[in-house]
Every structure is written in C-alpha cells, then in structure tokens.
C-alpha cells in the first residue's frame, strides 16, 4: 500500500513539473476579433454625423472642424445632437428666436458650465449643418438663436471636394 501511494505521489509530480501548455486557439480568437473592432472604429472617420436628410453645400476648404454642437437644419425639422427641437412650421412662425432651439442649447450650457478662456471671449462652439436648399432666412434665424443663447462660436459645415481650379 505504501508503495502504490509513493508511485501516485512519483507520477503526481512528473505530470505537475511539465511545463504548462497555451491553447492558442481561444486567444486567436480574441486578437480576431479585436482586430476587426479596431479597423472598424478607427481610421479617418468624419467628424460630424451627416445625415442622409442634407446636402451639404460643396467647399474646397482644408481645414477640418472641431468635435462640437451639432445643430442640423432639415426640410422639415431643427435637430441638435440628433434630438429634434422644432419643426420647419416652429422657425417660420418665430419671430427671430425659435424657442425649442433656445431651450436645447440652454439646458446644454446649463449641463456643461465651465468655460475656456476661448469660450468666454469668443461664445460656446456650435456646427450648423444646414441643407443647401433651405433659405437663408432660415439659417439666420438659426445662427441668432444660437447667438442669443451664447454659442457665439459658429461653424457652417459643408462638402469637401477637390479643388478645381488648382
């Protein structure tokens, strides 16, 4: 019997010194996937969500904007990062300041109240993607809401394409 248990105890430790082995296969797996979430995620990706609703106007400038508020101007609605804030009937009928405008970028001022040094000179940063048929009446009722609730700071966004002229 003491034999037996000191041959268990032998076999025991030859199988426990061998030095452990890696599956490879389960950790392949993982780099795989991680590999297509990082081409899928990175790369040169716009920086502002258009939507399939606008056309932007066409512009050959190089610069590109800065991550900020994005005030869409559709046919038919006012949208702000994605959230509808006014129909097309709200804007006409405002006298200048469209009010659900107004109370979106107020309560994201109000969220967000510490200013830069930039910001306190020049307004808080707002990216306005307007489709190039609306009227400019429109865009400037727009751009004094915006003003009026201190986003100063105004970018127009549009198309980049290659420079004709050379």
């Known amino acids: 019997m003491n034999e037996s248990a000191a041959e268990r105890m032998q076999k025991n430790h030859r199988r426990f010194m061998q030095p452990a082995k890696l599956n490879l296969v389960s950790l392949m797996d993982i780099f795989t996937i991680l590999v297509f979430f990082l081409l899928i995620n990175t790369g040169d990706n716009e920086l502002l969500k258009n939507s399939k609703h606008i056309k932007l106007p ?3 400038a190089d610069t590109r904007p800065e ?6 101007v559709t046919v038919t609605d006012v949208i ?6 006014a129909t097309m009937e709200d804007v006409v009928s405002s006298n200048g300041v469209i009010p659900g405008l107004a109370k979106e970028l107020d309560y994201l001022a109000a969220s967000r109240t510490e200013l830069s ?10 990216t306005i993607l307007g489709d190039h048929t609306i009227p400019y009446e429109i865009l400037k009722r727009v751009m004094m809401t915006c003003a009026r609730s201190n986003y100063r700071d105004l970018s127009m966004a549009v198309t980049r394409v290659a420079n004709a002229g050379g």
């Open 117 to 126: 040094s930039e910001e306190k000179a020049n307004g808080r940063a707002v």
């Open 67 to 72: 991550a900020t508020i994005t005030v869409m």
């Open 80 to 85: 702000v990062d994605g959230r509808p804030v």
């Open 58 to 60: 066409d512009s050959i």
